[in-house]
Each structure stands twice: as structure tokens, then as C-alpha cells.
């Protein structure tokens, strides 16, 4: 979606329901380096809510977030 | 005392099914989001820890054990139960919505290295014992361990 950007690891958080992509999302960001790009795809609307929320809250950086019919599609990158 | 953590404290007082899965899914999202999060059971939310068995010693206790027996996967929701069918009910809702089931969201939690902590006054009170907790569950403590936690936290949570 973006070829600009390089991404480092992708995720398949489709069909999973909250707490679970978040907890996913947390684990995938531990395994990439400082300055890793995390690309995944959800189908739960409220990652759109939650993803931002638990970026802030970590002090990671989602670089662009957007619904594309019924994905979520996101770019994480991870700060720190 | 350490200062503050910028942790979350929850204080699992229900043994309601239905409060038992929001407060798992408070303490996973706080500890996938990196906090320090504590949760002290006390009262009817030891039943969410412990493994299941009859357990009580005196007369009391015993019925205390059998009419109210603990276990993730024996409580009922606090509204709707009606003697279990409302469980049925909701634990089916769930599946067809590929909701994460309580045991697994327990685990999840465990994994992520929530801690689990029983209240030991609550134990005496229901006869139930460290050997009716899931192995998982830390040593008991009392009120001022909880507190203690909760200065140290951001946000504490009473369910």
C-alpha cells in the first residue's frame, strides 16, 4: 500500500475479536528492531480506536491506519 | 516503597462470569500495552482461580464449597444465569462470535505476566485453600499488599 515505506513484518489479525489483536500487535513489536515497520490487516472495527490508543500509550508510531471496505488495514512503526 | 509504575491494580471482589471476562480483558490490554498489572481476588473472584474441586472443611464451609464452587468454567453470568442456562447461552453467543473463551483469556493474561494474587482473609473466611488454586496464582496477601499496589499504579479498578 505504501512502497515507500519498508515493511519488516506482517500480520494476519482477521476474524480475531478484542483483547486479542492488541495482544498480537504487542507481541509482533517486541520481535522487530527500533525503527520496524509492522504491516497488519483486521477485520474488528475497533482496531481503529485501539491500535492508535495502545501506539500512544507505548510511544510507538502508527504511520497510517485505514478501513478498506470491511479490513483494517495498519503500518506500525516501532520507537521504542 | 518504589514510587509510582504507571501500572494498573484490578480488584476482582465478583465471581460473575461476565465481570470475570471484563476485567481478564482490562488486565490484558494493560499489560500488552506494557503496564504492570496486578490483580487481587478477594471474595467471590477467588472462584476465578481457583481449579474447581469441592473444597471447605467444617459443615459451613463445605456447603459454602458445594452451592458455590469455584472455577473459570463453572461461574455464570450476573444477570440471565438462570441455574446455568443463561451460561449455556452466553458461552454459545460467544463461540458463534469467535469471542476468546475465559479460560484461554486467563491464560492469555498469565502469559502476558499479569499476576494473580488471592486475598488471604477471603480464604480463611471460604475455607479454600492454596491447593485449590490454579498453580499459576502467587502466594496470598491482604489489604495492605493490594494497597500497596495501588498507590504504585495509575489506575485501579474495582469489579
Known amino acids: 500500500m505504501s512502497p515507500e515505506i519498508e515493511v519488516n ?3 494476519n489479525l482477521e476474524g480475531l475479536l478484542c483483547p486479542i489483536p492488541v495482544v498480537k500487535v504487542s507481541k509482533a513489536v517486541k520481535d522487530l528492531p527500533i525503527g520496524g515497520v509492522l504491516e497488519a490487516t483486521a ?3 475497533g482496531v481503529l480506536a485501539d491500535i492508535p490508543a495502545w501506539a500512544r500509550t507505548t510511544g510507538n508510531e502508527v ?3 485505514e478501513r478498506e471496505g470491511k479490513l483494517v488495514r495498519f503500518l506500525l512503526r516501532k520507537l521504542n | 516503597m518504589e514510587n509510582s509504575v504507571d501500572g494498573v491494580t484490578i480488584i476482582m471482589f465478583s465471581g460473575d462470569m461476565d465481570k470475570v471476562m471484563a476485567a481478564f480483558n482490562i488486565a490484558i490490554g494493560a499489560a500488552a500495552s ?3 498489572t496486578n490483580m487481587f481476588f478477594t471474595f467471590w473472584g477467588l472462584k476465578a482461580i481457583q481449579k474447581g474441586n469441592l473444597t471447605g472443611k467444617s459443615f459451613f464451609g463445605r456447603m459454602m464449597g458445594l452451592m458455590n464452587r469455584g ?3 463453572r461461574i455464570g453470568p450476573s444477570r440471565f444465569n438462570f441455574w446455568g442456562i443463561g451460561r449455556w447461552m452466553f458461552n454459545q453467543m460467544m463461540k458463534n462470535h ?4 475465559l479460560a484461554e483469556l486467563r491464560q492469555t493474561a498469565i502469559d502476558l505476566g499479569v499476576k494473580l494474587l488471592p ?3 477471603s480464604m480463611e473466611v471460604m475455607e479454600i485453600r492454596k ?3 490454579i498453580d499459576e496464582v502467587q502466594p496470598a496477601c491482604g489489604v495492605a499488599t493490594m494497597l500497596e499496589m495501588a498507590y504504585r499504579s495509575k489506575a485501579t479498578l474495582f469489579i
Not at chain 2, 98 to 101: A, E, L, N, Q
Open chain 1, 9 to 11: 513484518l506482517t500480520l
Open chain 1, 43 to 45: 477485520t474488528d472495527p
Open chain 1, 63 to 65: 504511520i497510517k491506519i
Open chain 2, 34 to 36: 506494557g503496564k504492570e
Open chain 2, 71 to 73: 472455577g473459570i468454567s
Open chain 2, 98 to 101: 469467535k469471542i476468546t473463551p
Open chain 2, 119 to 121: 486475598c488471604q482473609m
Open chain 2, 131 to 133: 491447593e485449590d488454586f
